[in-house]
C-alpha cells in the first residue's frame, strides 16, 4: 500500500514537470482541438439528410461522377446542379433531379485536359414543412 503511493505521487510530479514545459502545453493543447474535430464530426450537420456522398475522377476519356444524397422520410424532392471546375475556371454542369427522398446518379462531364478539378454539388432537400440547403465538393487533378 506504502508502494503505491509513492509510486502514485512519483507520477503525478513526473506529469507535473512534464506539463510546465512550453512544447508539452503546445502538444496538449493541440490534442484538445483534435477532439473537438472529432466532436464536429459526429454532429448531425443537417436536419433532413441522412447521408451524402459524392466521389469523381478525371482522367483523358473525361469527368466519371457519382453523387448519392438520403433524406429522412419527410424530404420530398432532392435537386440542384453539379458544376465542374478546372483550375478555379468554370468548365461545365448538369442538372439533377429527384421527386423523392435520394437521389443516386452517376454520370460523365466533360474534362477540358491536364489540370486540378474541382466539382460541386449546390442544391436543396425540400419538405412539406420546409427545405434547407446542401453543398458538396470534391477534388481531383489530372
Avoid: H, W
Avoid at 7 to 24: D, Y
Avoid at 31 to 39: D, K, L, M
Avoid at 60 to 88: A, F, P, R
Amino acid at each position: 500500500m506504502n508502494i503505491a503511493k509513492k509510486l502514485m505521487f512519483s507520477t503525478m510530479l513526473a506529469s507535473i514537470s512534464v506539463c510546465s514545459l512550453s512544447n508539452a502545453q503546445v502538444f496538449a493543447q493541440s490534442n484538445s482541438n483534435e477532439t473537438i474535430v472529432i466532436e464536429n464530426l459526429i454532429m448531425p450537420r443537417y436536419t433532413y439528410i441522412v447521408a451524402s456522398n459524392l466521389d469523381f475522377s478525371v482522367s483523358s476519356s473525361g469527368v466519371s461522377y457519382n453523387l448519392y444524397i438520403k433524406g429522412t422520410s419527410e424530404v420530398t424532392k432532392i435537386s440542384g446542379t453539379l458544376t465542374l471546375y478546372k483550375d478555379n475556371t468554370y468548365v461545365s454542369s448538369k442538372k439533377v433531379s429527384e421527386n423523392s427522398n435520394k437521389i443516386d446518379t452517376s454520370g460523365t462531364l466533360t474534362a477540358s485536359g491536364r489540370g486540378s478539378y474541382k466539382l460541386v454539388f449546390s442544391g436543396t432537400v425540400n419538405t412539406k414543412n420546409g427545405s434547407e440547403s446542401i453543398t458538396l465538393s470534391e477534388t481531383d487533378s489530372y
